[in-house]
């Protein structure tokens, strides 16, 4: 009876309760090749008591910006894959389940894959595939790009590139973040990013050479690698205690909770902000001596009480980007992952975790950096590309950048002098 009476209840919610102003843009083909700017939504009091759904929000965002049509049917999908892995998740740690453990494989990175991985990529990538929105689908657990609809090689472990006439996006995603934790019930999540499409990327098999066919690809290809600064829109899914669906679409940060009473997601917090000042770090300090000088400065005095704030921070550190983000974006903090002398350049991958995460921490006023250059500006060369990651607070963040620079300094004035 409670179950009916809350679909009634949602049922009857105004549905202009969410507003989204116009953006001035209004055709695909004057979208420009970075966020859009459309102004947040306007809630009343009806939709702060009793909820919007992810579909009505994107419903309504769709229906003042029309440019922003397509992306409805692309949430939709991840909504839906997000609540399967959620349930695959949550029912690994049952004794019938058969999803903990490796099965056996290593992926592009040369990490042993977790069955998890495996079942979780399957999941977001046949979500997303027959929406008919995208140009290339790129992922965490996938090689390179060999498989193409009617075309299919068989490989597993390969990017796959899906094309249609309507495709207007190219989705990349690490679909488990944290999976080596699962097996101990710690929270794990998907990250999710989602940039244009060029639509001069056609392959035409039937009429082409397998050389030039490869040329295509490759060109294909391409279109994944793109600066954070390309991204019209990205997500991540947090399994925990609850499961949440943080968004941004380039103008703010919406977090939803899945209400399973329902089985829908649910806005909990229409406009994040993460504090500008905090107490909190969150990297993992067994690295410290394998830090560069200026990450390790900067942490020490954190740890000290003597960084610019005079405030002795504590640590939090969980393991999982999507967890420590989540948390960094409720409470303040700084969370990082730097470069150190056995890994240069971190082990965060550019394209599908540092460049969207990057792009919801600034869209909650917050910032993304590597020490010495924003996150969100960097081209990455290979899809698979690793970077350093320092993202939080701003003024925190500000403070690891500042350390980089007077490190730099001396160089600078010996170079110049040489």
Not at 345 to 367: T, V
Request: with cysteine; aromatic share 6%; hydrophobic share 40%.
């Amino acid at each position: 009876m409670m179950r009916l009476l809350s679909l009634l209840l949602l049922v009857a919610i105004p549905t202009r309760c969410v507003a989204f102003l116009p953006s001035t843009s209004t055709t695909r083909s004057s979208r420009p090749s970075r966020p859009l700017s459309v102004k947040p939504p306007v809630l009343d009091d009806v939709c702060e008591t009793m909820g919007v759904t992810l579909t009505r929000f994107m419903n309504e965002v769709a229906m003042l910006n029309p440019e922003l049509k397509e992306l409805t049917t692309i949430f939709g999908a991840i909504d839906t894959a997000c609540k399967a892995i959620s349930n695959e998740v949550k029912r690994s740690q049952l004794p019938s389940s058969e999803t903990l453990g490796y099965q056996g494989a290593v992926n592009a990175q040369g990490e042993d894959q977790k069955k998890l991985d495996v079942i979780t990529n399957d999941l977001l990538k046949r979500a997303l595939r027959f929406t008919g929105r995208l140009g290339v689908l790129a992922s965490e657990e996938e090689d390179t790009p060999v498989d193409v609809i009617g075309r299919s090689t068989g490989k597993s472990g390969s990017l796959e590139i899906v094309l249609d006439e309507t495709t207007d996006y190219v989705v990349c995603f690490d679909p488990l973040d944290g999976s080596s934790n699962v097996d101990a019930g710690i929270p794990t999540g998907t990250i999710i990013g989602i940039f244009e499409h060029d639509e001069t990327c056609e392959i035409d098999f039937d009429n082409i050479g397998e050389d030039e066919a490869a040329e295509q690809e490759a060109r294909c290809l391409a279109n994944t690698l793109q600066p954070g600064t390309n991204l019209v829109a990205a997500a991540y899914c947090l399994y925990s205690s609850s499961t949440f669906l943080t968004l941004t679409l380039g103008n703010g940060v919406y977090m939803f909770t899945l209400d399973e009473t329902i089985g829908e997601f649910i806005l909990a917090k229409p406009n994040v902000r993460i504090p500008e000042s905090s107490s909190i770090y969150s990297f993992n300090e067994a690295n410290l001596d394998y830090w560069d000088e200026p990450m390790r400065e900067v942490v020490e005095r954190w740890r000290e009480g003597t960084g610019r704030s005079g405030v002795r921070f504590s640590s939090r550190y969980i393991g999982s980007m999507v967890g420590d983000v989540h948390r960094t974006l409720m409470y303040g903090g700084v969370f990082g992952y730097p470069g150190d002398t056995k890994n240069p350049n971190g082990k965060l991958r550019l394209l599908y975790e540092g460049a969207p995460m990057a792009f919801i921490m600034e869209q909650a006023g917050g910032l993304a950096t590597t020490g010495t250059q924003r996150v969100m500006e960097i081209t990455p060369e290979v899809v698979h590309q690793r970077v350093p990651v320092i993202m939080g607070s701003k003024n925190d963040v500000i403070e690891v950048i500042e350390c980089y620079k007077t490190a730099a300094a001396p160089f600078s004035r010996a170079a110049a002098a040489a």
